[in-house]
């Protein structure tokens, strides 16, 4: 039996897309306000400065992985215009769901697909830009995403991972007390699932730190990878330019 991590848990490789899904079909309708309870607003500057640096253009074409309630699609969406097109997509309907109908209460509509990250349904070099934030932590197989992620997009497109990584030392203790004693809390209060948050906790202890996600990328055929650190290193945006 090949197995993975499940937060700190060991878990059959085959049975983790199930567990995250569950925890994600758990905290959907609260999704939104929890993160901006723990981020204390912060994911929202994030997602800004990573729209930024996507830089997309008029009639550009943007996937959207792990795209969840939607912020990144609606933020691309006003970018790309009418001539161009902006896919929302995550594994979890739920999730996905409530994404779809804030953006219709946006008066957006998008294309918006349920589908495995290891298995894009899309064709080869379609996409400018590929995005996926805090989602890249979930998946079982990372290897094989990035390069799901790097065949779908165009010769020179854009590969932005936004995710939670390693902080700076000086508030690493801080950090961690915060992780493992409010959180889940929080979870507990605002959603009812404590769980879920502490797996949350969990499963950004046991993602790729900077160095090692920017290895990664490169494995998986992007030519030039740099990262941001984020607020002392909580969050890290990794951008892959494909060959």
């Known amino acids: 039996m090949s197995t993975t991590h499940f937060g700190f848990e060991s878990v059959d490789e085959n049975d983790k897309a199930r567990r995250v899904r569950g925890v994600f079909d758990s905290v959907a309708p609260r999704y939104d306000l929890m993160n901006d309870l723990m981020s204390m607003g912060l994911h929202r500057a994030w997602k800004a400065y990573t729209v930024m640096v996507a830089n997309v253009r008029e009639g550009s074409k943007v996937l959207d992985i792990a795209g969840g309630t939607g912020d990144l699609a609606l933020a691309f969406a006003k970018k790309v215009g009418a001539s161009g097109q902006v896919v929302h997509t995550d594994i979890n309907e739920a999730m996905l769901r409530t994404g779809r109908d804030r953006l219709l209460d946006a008066g957006v509509v998008l294309p918006t697909v349920v589908c495995d990250a290891e298995k ?120 892959g330019i494909k060959c």
């Open 120 to 239: 894009l349904p899309f064709a080869d070099h379609h996409f400018d830009v590929v995005t996926v934030a805090f989602g890249l932590r979930n998946m079982t197989h990372k290897d094989a995403a990035l390069k799901e992620m790097n065949r779908v997009l165009r010769p020179r497109g854009k590969l932005l991972v936004l995710e939670f990584s390693r902080v700076a030392q000086p508030l690493r203790k801080a950090y961690d007390w915060y992780s493992f004693n409010i959180l889940p809390r929080l979870g507990q209060a605002i959603a009812g699932d404590a769980d879920s948050y502490r797996y949350l906790a969990e499963s950004i202890r046991m993602h790729p730190g900077q160095e090692e996600l920017k290895t990664l990328m490169r494995e998986g055929g992007f030519g030039h990878v740099d990262y941001h650190n984020l607020t002392g290193g909580i969050v890290a945006l990794h951008v």
